[in-house]
């Protein structure tokens, strides 16, 4: 985190020596999705939930004619909900799950062709994703004795592995220029290299390794920036 703040605060402070600065907004759709549960098992019966939009900031710095670098912030929420999970005879447990998912792509950028009003351009770069604000909250509700449900909150859930990832970038889009204003539409791939969540469920017996909540390691997301 600290280098990503690192590189957030050179470029804010290149435009002084900089041909060209650019800082603006930018938002978009996942294609695919961050979180995916699979068959379950009879311990665990999860169901994933995403807000299907990505908001953030971006900013990007001229170096020559073609070439630019940039880095964005981008920010999408995310949860899920685990039911079923219990103790035969005992007690039966649900949880919540909630994130914020902060993610910094630091890119390269290059203009293939640099028109006074359409520029097609590539991207390749880097990025590191961060899970922030992670709560679980689990309610039991026990089967003897007659007690009332209780619920607590839990950190770190069970099932995740990290709360970082890094990945590698690339992708491509369209910069439509009107005077100072840069519109630019893309469309974005990222591999990530581990995942935040692995597959927690065990192994059942003539069922064998049944799948259960992973995180994705190939993202693909439509974005489209707006700077001056």
Do not use: C
């Amino acid at each position: 985190m600290r280098s990503i703040a690192a590189v957030l605060v050179l470029l804010t402070a290149v435009p002084a020596g900089a041909q060209q600065f650019w800082f603006g907004v930018k938002g978009g759709v996942p294609v695919t999705q961050l979180l995916t549960a699979g068959l379950g098992d009879p311990f665990n019966a999860y169901t994933v939930y995403t807000n299907p939009y990505i908001v953030g900031a971006t900013a990007e710095v001229r170096l020559t004619r073609g070439l630019s670098i940039g880095v964005d912030a981008l920010l999408r929420h995310w949860s899920y909900v685990d039911r079923g999970k219990y103790v035969p005879g005992f007690s039966v447990f649900s949880s919540r799950t909630t994130a914020n998912d902060w993610e910094f792509p630091l890119f390269a950028r290059y203009r293939l062709r640099r028109g006074k009003t359409v520029s097609p351009f590539v991207n390749a770069g880097a990025a590191v994703d961060w899970l922030q604000g992670m709560r679980q909250s689990t309610t039991v509700t026990y089967f003897i004795g007659g007690s009332t449900p209780t619920t607590f909150s839990t950190y770190p859930p069970q099932e995740l592995q990290r709360r970082t990832t890094a990945g590698v970038v690339g992708g491509g889009g369209v910069d439509l220029k009107w005077g100072r204003v840069h519109v630019e539409p893309e469309v974005r791939y990222t591999y990530w290299t581990r995942r935040h969540f692995g597959n927690p469920s065990p192994v059942i017996p003539g069922l064998g390794y049944v799948p259960g909540l992973a995180s994705g390691r190939n993202q693909v997301d439509v974005l489209l920036g707006i700077t001056f």
